[in-house]
């Protein structure tokens, strides 16, 4: 089955306690992006990658590390997590063309304390 | 810079009836991907519709058909005979230059 998915589905941690969220997608798709939502501001895209070894950031980058040593894995690194950083987050991956809807991971909700 | 708008943040509509969810973009590239996702309150984003720049003719999708007019920048959604579970929020998002940027959504209820 086609699909993204992104562990773990829900995260309590402690301000300045590093974590990762891992995402897969086993789709071979070349483009992948990470994105937050939080009510009233919809989603905001905080990395991209086009391709493997490939990242940039998006609107809302600051706190927030990537990498994208394998096609199918785009983890999200939050060196040192705040509260601010509290939040719904999404992986999701998709061809590499302005016309191609992107396939989205069933969320990780981010809690920081 | 892309903008997404969403003017309306909530809305009611009778089981049955339609209902046009508004959505206005703003861009300076000529190719450009229109994109509708329904999220639903147990919160996974579902693909919903999508309408390229360059098409001529609005897309379908069963009960979904997306209103796009191009000079006026606006993609509208409808939903025909709406069912009960399509109360969620729905998203509009524009993918232009490999960036997928969406508005900030509306909810939509669907009332019995």
């Known amino acids: 089955e086609a699909q993204v998915t992104q562990n773990p589905r829900y995260l309590i941690t402690v301000t300045g306690k590093k974590l990762t969220v891992t995402c897969s997608q086993n789709m071979n798709h070349e483009y992948m992006s990470w994105y937050r939502q939080d009510p009233g501001l919809g989603l905001r895209q905080i990395y991209y990658s086009m391709n493997v070894e490939v990242t940039d950031k998006g609107d809302v980058p600051e706190g927030y590390k990537v990498s994208r040593k394998e096609k199918r894995n785009f983890p999200l690194i939050l060196e040192s997590p705040s509260p601010n950083q509290t939040s719904l987050y999404f992986c ?13 991971g069933n969320g990780t909700r981010l809690t920081v304390t | 810079a892309q903008k ?18 508004d959505c206005t973009y703003d861009t300076s590239d000529q190719s450009y991907g229109l994109f509708w996702y329904k999220q639903p309150s147990s919160g996974e984003m579902i693909f919903l519709i999508y309408q390229g720049s360059y098409d001529e003719q609005n897309a379908t999708e069963g009960r979904y058909s997306l209103n796009f007019q191009k000079a ?8 025909s005979a709406s069912q009960l579970g399509d109360s969620a929020m729905y998203f509009c998002a524009m993918n232009s230059d490999y960036k997928l940027s969406f ?10």
């Open chain 2, 103 to 112: 508005g900030a959504g509306t909810t939509v209820t669907v009332r019995a």
């Open chain 2, 72 to 79: 006026r920048k606006s993609a509208n959604l409808v939903i």
């Open chain 2, 4 to 21: 997404i708008t969403q003017t309306q943040p909530g809305m009611f509509v009778q089981e049955k009836e339609a209902v046009t969810l």
């Open chain 1, 92 to 104: 999701a991956s998709g061809a590499s063309s302005y016309n191609s809807p992107l396939h989205f």
